[in-house]
Structure formats: C-alpha cells, structure tokens
C-alpha cells in the first residue's frame, strides 16, 4: 500500500452470486445484532431470465462523503487512507446520514420498549473506530479492527468468487483492469505433467 | 458411470472447468451449492469466453449467469440429451475415431436417438425446439466442453439412466480424457467422495470391492481377522454376499410391512435398531415414512454436533439416545475432495463439553460389543506395532488395502507434505513445482504408487501413466457379442509399451502382456490380479511399462446387465403428462430391491395422479444452508437470511389459488402428506411448477414440534421439512428417491382464528 493510497470497496457484477458470505462474515467478524447489516448483497430482478444481477453494498467510505458533511454534531472522521469512520459516543441518532447516503449504508438499532434509534453503526472496513486500537472498548462499539493487524476486510477475504475487492484503488483497479485484459485469452496455466517421466530425477 | 467405463467419480475437477470452451450443467446449481467452487466456471466465461448452458426446471442463480437458459421439464433429461445426440449424429458432429478405438455400442445409441426428432423431444422436455438445435450446435462445435451434474440429475427412478446418458454424450463428442472436457459431478457435501471410497454404502466392501466371498477373504486377511469370525458375525453364511438396506428406505425395514407398508426380505426379521452419525435423515424423502419407521424402532442413537431432528419427529418415548459428537475442527484426518484428491485435516481444538470424537465413539461402541481388538488390528499390520496411532495409521491402512481406486500412493506422510505445502501448486492444473514437482495436488485417485503422481483427468491418453495417464477401464470382459472390449490401437496412453488395448493384470497374464519374466521371489509374493496384490509387485511392473493395472479397455454405452441396456426415457412416477406416462412408462414392480419390495409402474398407473396433483414439485438448496440443515440453522446469521421455510411460486400460479405473497399454504403430496409454508412470489419458477427448499425441520404437516427438544438445543429457524411432501419413487438401480420430478396441489392456508 503506497503512502497516498486510498482505501475502497468493488464489487464485480459478473462474478458476484449473492451467496451471501461477505454478509454473514460480516456479521459473525462483528459480533453484530440481527438487526444491523453493515453488509447486504442486493439482488435486481430475481428468477426474471437476462434480467439479474447482484452486488454487495456497504458503506462506500466516499472522498466527499455525504454523511460527515450533513451530520450535526460532526461525528465523522476520515482517516488519511481515506476509511470513513464516526464516533458513537458523539453520534446522537438522528439519522440524518442516512438521508445524506447514497447507498443506505448506516444502520440503527431496532431494540428498546419502543424501537428507540440509538447510535448509528456501519461499516468501518474493518478497521474499528476512535478508540485505542485493538481495545476492549474499540471491540466492543466498532467490531475487530483487521486493518491495523494488515489485513483484509472480513468480508473481501470470504467472498467466495472474489468478486468483492477492497484496497488501495490504485490496486483495486489493477486487478480489475487483468480481469478485462485477460478476457478471452485463455487460461493462464500451467500445463500439465512434467518433462521427466516416472522414476528418473525430478 | 463406474457401469460405463469404470469409475463412478468426476473425471476432471473444478479448477480444470476454467479450460473448457464450453460448459454445460444438467440439475446442478455450484453458483448456490459449490459457491467458492463456482468461481472457475465464472473464469472459463471471462477468460476462456466459455459460453455456458444452465439445463434446469428451476431458473437458479447458476442459470442466472449463464449464457443459454434452458427450462426443462423435471425428470425429462434422457429425451433432451437423445435430442442433442439427434442432431449431433445427423450433422456428422460426433467424433467418429474416438467412438471407434474408445467406446462400445455407439450404433445403439445412434438408432435410439433417431427417434427424438427436435419436435418430439420438445413434446417431451417442453423445451423449444430452436432452443434445442441452438444449445447442441453450441455445444458439439465449442471445441473442448465439460459436462456438470448433480442431484438434479440423478434424483429420478431413472437417475441411473441419466448418469449413463450424460456420460455418453461426453463419448459422442470425444470430450472425455481431456483437460477442459470430462464429466464432472459436483459433490454435495465435504468428504462425500471420501465417505463413498470407504464404502459407506449397502452393497459393498470399501474401495468399491462389493461382496462377493473373494472381497471379504481379501478384507479379512487385510485387516487381520479370521475370515470364519466375520462370517460369524451374520445370521448366515449367504447374508454376508447380500445388499443391506439403503439411506432412502431404511425405515421401509423398520416398519417392516406393516399395514399395507412395502414388504422386506431381512430374515424374518425388521430392523430394530438405529444408530445415526452425521447423517441429517430429516432430509430424506417421505418424511412421514420416516417418522412412522422411527417410531417402530426399539432404540434409537443419534450422534452429532447439534441435535438431530429427528429426535423431535419421532414420538417414541424412551431409548432414543442423543450423543455430542465432535465437529471437524476438532479432531484431525483425510478429506477427500470432490475430484478425488485428499488433504489432511488438522485439528484447531480439543473437543468442547461433553462430545467426543467419531473414532472415540466408535471404538468405545466396538468394545463394548467385544470386537476392539478385531476392529482395530488392521492398522498395527504395517509395521507390526502393538499399538496404533490415529488417525495416521488408519490412513496408512487404507492405503495398504485399496488398490482397486488406487490408493496406495496415500500414505499419511505423503498427504500431509501436500497440504503442508499446498502453495507450491498451480492452483488450476494441481501440478507440483518446486519440492513438489512430480506430483498433483492431493494426489487425485487413481495413485498407483507411493512414487505415482496422482491422476488429476481419468481416461486422459495424452499423458503417460505414470503422469496420471490411462484409458478407460478393463472392466466388463474382453469381447460382448463377438465384439472387442478393449480399446483399438492408437488409444494407448502416452509411453505405454502397448500401442492398443490390454486387459486388466493378473498373476497369469502379467509376463505375457508385459512381456517381462517374474522372479520366483516375485512370483511368491505377487497377488492374484491388480486389486488384490498386497505387493504391489503389479502396479510397480505397470509403471516400468506405462501400463495401468486396470487395463485399457472401451467405454461402454450398453449396459446388458441393466433394466435399460441403454438409457430409455421413462416418465417419472408422478407425471404432469399422463399421456406420456402410456408411452413411456416406468418399470415393472422390483421385489428385493436393497430388501424391499418397490413399486414401479403399478404406482405410476395406481391413478391419473396429474388429476389431483397437478403442480410439478422440485426441491433444492439454499447457498446458506446444506443438507438438513440442523448446524446452519443452529447459527444466528445464516438462519437470518432465510428465517422461515417457503416455497417459491410464480405470481400467476398462486394468484389463481388466492395465495398473495408472504401468506402461508398448503401443498399436498399424492401420499396423502401436508405441509404449511410461506408463499414467496417468483418468476424463477413457471406456474407449471413450485420449488421448496429441504433445510428445514421441527414442524411436521402443520404441527410445530420444537418443544419436544432438550431445553437450550432448538435452532433459530425452524419449519416443515420439504421432504414430507416429496412423492414416492425410487430408483431402479440405486434406489436414490425421486425428489426432483414429483406432484403436488396448492391451497390457500386460510389464518386460524
């Protein structure tokens, strides 16, 4: 990852099935309530022939993001790799980022007598939130923090047909730009067998 | 498959697909089932611009990125590929010196498919008939394509005949023994190969070395057992050589023909105990068969992680016995992966609480049924100790013993410094570089030696033997009505000494055909033929020569010994087309079928079921969830995405039964079954047809029964079993239920006050 690199989220419609499994990684990393999906794959036009498609949506962790400019009490931060974070211990619950969102990224709690809000949660791209990194307190309002121990976000590192990417745009778009390049070149393999046949020094 | 040229096994494996120019997928949905698996396919498409063809009743999220769609009727595969092998002959298609030098009885095939002309198989399949000829001309002129199965395939009381036809139109087109090419079945769950190697079925020994009296001496003296004191264990000498019940109908023994239930051939006698490990039996057809054979048992044992469901549906009261068994994680050993390569498991934790491992429960259970010592001797053979260490030394056993899959080159050693060093093989060809160069990735079957490289494409000539070569196997005789069944000259596998044909090896034939002379040490050791020598003395001459003990022989597309000598249409049991049912009817009743009387054409023709059930009724998987789904419903964020079973219906369909979406109703099978399910709206399913997923338990024909389990063990999602509505029918063969092709009726389930 380079000194100015910027961190985002892709998902490849050709290669994304709606399996599912960035959400539940998601969900299981995060020891998250039920009721909150950092993570939803969003299925178009399901069962129609031609017609669907499926992308994995979370938070888009946008340069200009829409919710750190809206919010009121000014909750947001976004780190210099570009991840957009918020603190919970300002956030009020108003919901108003939700409005400013594109991509109905934050979520709120649905539980209390009267489904009272609480603090909004979305995704950290794994990389927690103000709190001492790798803290207890960090763990338990922002989930794991993979980020600081180098590694990928959860849900990228389980998407089973690697159609979810994250990492330096820079990278990100090189892996797209092979995928494109290579389309309809063949299999980049190696063949099978070996010159050396049976018994004699590999 | 294995009746067709030797194993019953995919051929190639996944990361291969991505060398196909072409794919084609009957009844199998791997973008749900095999998600990471999946990812080839979706790599042929992007880099190999393989165009790939979903064949399905059901519009899946497989079909959903393919580039041909094909709805198809259930249970109608055999007049759709006869309606390829149409066109594929008359168009001069086929590959003509492959079926020449390779394949037996072509000429047979060829004059039944003349029949299925385009229109009649579009009567049949309600496939249209451009959509036909458009797919087959895809397919037969791609170059290289492969050819994908699962339980849509074989799940029908034709199931045998499908998985003969698909091989055959591989044959037709010369794409067997090729990278790109094969037919590759998707297995469904972790070890499923592993569990069939070891025989984990009722009508053979492991290794698939069935139960003749030669197989069981071979055992005995290979796990060091008397063969007199495991005749002993019997009723009778003749039990020994006789098919057990199956997975389908083992409750078919328990009930025992009781009121006007299948009669059983069992000695007399019913079963009277159960003891289950690992097995979801909650999935299986006929759920209230199920039920009412588990009721009539006297004890049943349940072993698994979670509760076994069945436990809730039986309503017997006592000596129903529920063990915590260990997950994979904890404990260590082989898995063998769909394309029949192995890996070592290691293990992450000790077993938590209470549960104990398999192997712990199992020796546990042979002690205390007095045969610990008997059970366990075969793996202190090989180096004469006094104790054993597992799971080492029972991988070393079977390696030692298996030689008719060719595992002798699995040593735990071996299989160990593979996975070890899995980074040092390309991921899409499995072979080796570096340490490991020489050698595939979890040494696919067959692995002949503990030098052999392991054979990551059967039947593939253009390697040498030793390299995982091999034609197909010697398996059926020499000659069939004065026709050879070994293969013609120029089929020989790359390096072999013989150009042609040979015959598997024997102790008698193996200096002539080798053309070498045995020393009289050799001679003393070597064992009768290839599967039974303990020497190895004959795969280690083979290699020398590149010849593969099992011979090279043709494929065959006749099977004299079957039913069908070729695959025939024949409609399913529960028909949409009760005309059809007249022209192509089911089989005569089986008596004796795996111990129990099974019907055939007299249920087909019992009623015109179209008349009351006229729905067709297709179940399936969700990508959550497998098998009967106790662990993922057991665990929060899986059951969340599909909290409540359902049933996907086309809007049209239920508009007319006044089912809107998100309300609850009834389907009914034809064996007088219910169950009450949430209707989801669907285009994925035309208003011919519903589809239901078998994940789901605890609920039975409208009764919720999750109270009867241990405090703190129900599951978050809990529902009626799709399987107790799947109709009647078995295969003529194997006796797989007929789950994919059955009727129903629907009704609006009105909200009880």
């Not at chain 2, 139960?211 to 005995?220: I, Q, R, T, V």
Request: charged share 25%; proline share 4%; hydrophobic share 35%.
């Amino acid at each position: 990852m380079g000194e100015f690199a910027r961190l985002n989220f892709y998902c490849d419609e050709h290669r994304c099935i709606n399996c599912d499994g960035c959400s539940v990684a998601c969900a299981e990393a995060h020891e998250l309530p039920e009721y909150i999906s950092r993570r939803k794959v969003i299925t178009m036009n399901e069962g129609i022939e031609n017609m669907e498609y499926s992308l994995s949506i979370a938070c888009m962790h946008c340069t200009d993001a829409p919710c750190e400019q809206v919010c009121p009490v000014d909750c947001f931060y976004i780190r210099e790799d570009g991840i957009v974070l918020h603190d919970k211990d300002k956030c009020i619950g108003c919901a108003y980022c939700l409005y400013a969102c594109p991509f109905g990224a934050p979520q709120f709690p649905l539980d209390g007598a009267f489904g009272t809000k609480g603090v909004m949660d979305k995704c950290t791209m794994c990389a927690g939130g103000p709190e001492e990194t790798n803290s207890h307190a960090e763990r338990e309002l922002y989930g794991q923090n993979r980020i600081s121990e180098g590694k990928v976000p959860v849900c990228a590192a389980m998407c089973s047909t690697k159609a979810l990417l994250v990492g330096d745009s820079a990278e990100i778009s090189d892996i797209y730009r092979e995928r494109i390049l290579s389309k309809g070149h063949g299999v980049k393999t190696q063949p099978y067998g070996w010159d050396v046949a049976y018994g004699k020094k590999m | 498959m294995a009746n067709t040229w030797g194993y019953g096994a995919m051929t190639n494996s996944l990361g291969d697909i991505q060398n196909a120019k072409a794919i084609i997928i009957f009844g199998a949905n791997p973008a749900v089932n095999h998600p990471v698996g999946f990812q080839h396919f979706l790599k042929a498409q992007e880099r190999n611009n393989a165009q790939m063809i979903v064949v399905d009743p059901v519009f899946t999220k497989t079909a959903a990125k393919a580039d041909i769609y094909v709805r198809i009727r259930p249970g109608t595969d055999i007049a759709f590929m006869y309606g390829m092998l149409h066109l594929i002959f008359k168009n001069g298609w086929e590959d003509e010196d492959f079926i020449n030098d390779r394949v037996y009885a072509m000429d047979d095939i060829k004059a039944e498919a003349e029949k299925w002309t385009p229109e009649k198989v579009s009567d049949v399949t309600g496939v249209p008939a451009d959509k036909l000829i458009q797919v087959t001309k895809l397919y037969a002129n791609a170059g290289v394509g492969t050819l994908i199965w699962a339980m849509g395939l074989t799940q029908h009381s034709i199931g045998s005949s499908n998985t003969r036809l698909a091989p055959i139109l591989q044959l037709a087109l010369g794409n067997m023994g090729k990278e790109g090419g094969g037919t590759n079945i998707l297995r469904g769950h972790d070890n499923v190969q592993g569990a069939t190697d070891m025989g984990c079925l009722s009508d053979t020994l492991p290794g698939y070395y069935g139960l003749s009296e030669g197989s069981w001496k071979y055992f005995a003296s290979s796990w060091g057992v008397d063969f007199e004191w495991l005749q002993g264990r019997f009723k009778s000498p003749e039990w020994m050589g006789k098919k057990g019940f199956t997975l389908a109908r083992w409750w078919a023994g328990a009930i025992n023909g009781k009121d006007g239930n299948d009669q059983i051939h069992n000695a007399g006698t019913g079963l009277k105990n159960l003891f289950v490990m690992g097995n979801g039996i909650t999935s299986i057809a006929q759920q209230a068969k199920v039920k009412e054979g588990l009721d009539s048992l006297d004890m049943l044992v349940l072993c698994d992680p979670f509760v076994n469901e069945a436990a809730i549906l039986t309503d017997k009261q006592d000596d129903v016995f529920i063990l915590p068994a260990a997950t994979q994680f904890e404990t260590s050993g082989t898995v063998v992966a769909t394309n029949r390569s192995v890996q070592w498991r290691t293990k992450v934790v000790d077993p938590l609480y209470e549960s104990k491992t398999d192997q712990w429960i199992m020796f546990e259970l042979a002690k205390r049924l007095g045969f610990y010592d008997e059970f366990t001797a075969g793996m202190k053979i090989k180096e004469n100790k006094k104790d054993f260490t597992w799971p080492e030394d029972a991988t070393d056993e079977i390696a030692r013993i298996i030689k008719t899959i060719g595992l002798t080159g699995w040593t735990a050693k071996r299989v160990k410094s593979h996975t070890e060093n899995w980074h040092m093989f390309d991921q899409i060809s499995g072979r080796g570089y570096g340490k490991m160069k020489g050698e595939y990735y979890g040494l696919p079957w067959p692995c002949w030696t503990e030098k052999h490289s392991g054979s990551p494409v059967l039947y593939n000539t253009n390697r040498s033997v030793a390299e995982g070569g091999m034609g197909f196997r010697n398996r059926f005789g020499l000659e069939h009505d004065g026709t050879n069944l070994l293969a013609e000259d120029g089929s020989a596998p790359k390096n072999s000494a013989i150009e042609g044909g040979y015959p598997e090896i024997n102790k008698d034939n193996i200096e002539k055909v080798l053309g070498i002379t045995l020393t009289a040490d050799e001679k003393a050791k070597i064992g009768k033929n290839w599967k039974v020598d303990k020497s190895n003395i004959i795969a280690e001459k083979c290699m020398e020569k590149g010849l593969a003990p099992y011979g090279n022989a043709k494929a065959r597309a006749k099977v004299w010994t079957f039913p069908d000598q070729i695959p025939m249409h024949r409609e399913p049991l529960h028909s949409p087309r009760a005309d059809l049912v007249k022209e192509f009817p089911s089989y005569e009743d089986k008596s004796n079928h795996f111990r129990v009387d099974t019907k055939y054409v007299s249920k087909q023709t019992e009623q015109e079921w179209v008349k009351d059930f006229p729905i067709n009724l297709v179940t399936g998987r969700l990508v959550n969830m497998n098998g009967a789904g106790m662990e993922n419903r057991a665990s929060k964020y899986l059951a969340a995405l599909t909290p409540e079973m359902f049933c996907s219906i086309n809007p049209d369909l239920a508009g007319r039964h006044g089912i809107r979406d998100g309300s609850m109703m009834w389907i009914h099978s034809p064996e007088g079954t219910k169950i009450k399910v949430k209707a989801k709206y669907s285009h994925s399913v035309t208003e011919d047809r519903i589809f239901i997923p078998f994940h789901f338990a605890g609920h039975f024909q409208g009764e919720d029964r999750t109270s009867n389990f241990p405090a703190g063990t129900a599951p978050y999602a809990s529902g009626e079993s799709a399987n107790t509505v799947t109709n009647y029918g078995y295969d003529i063969v194997t006796q797989i239920p007929e789950t994919k092709g059955g009727l129903c009726r629907i009704e609006y389930a009105k909200e009880e006050a």
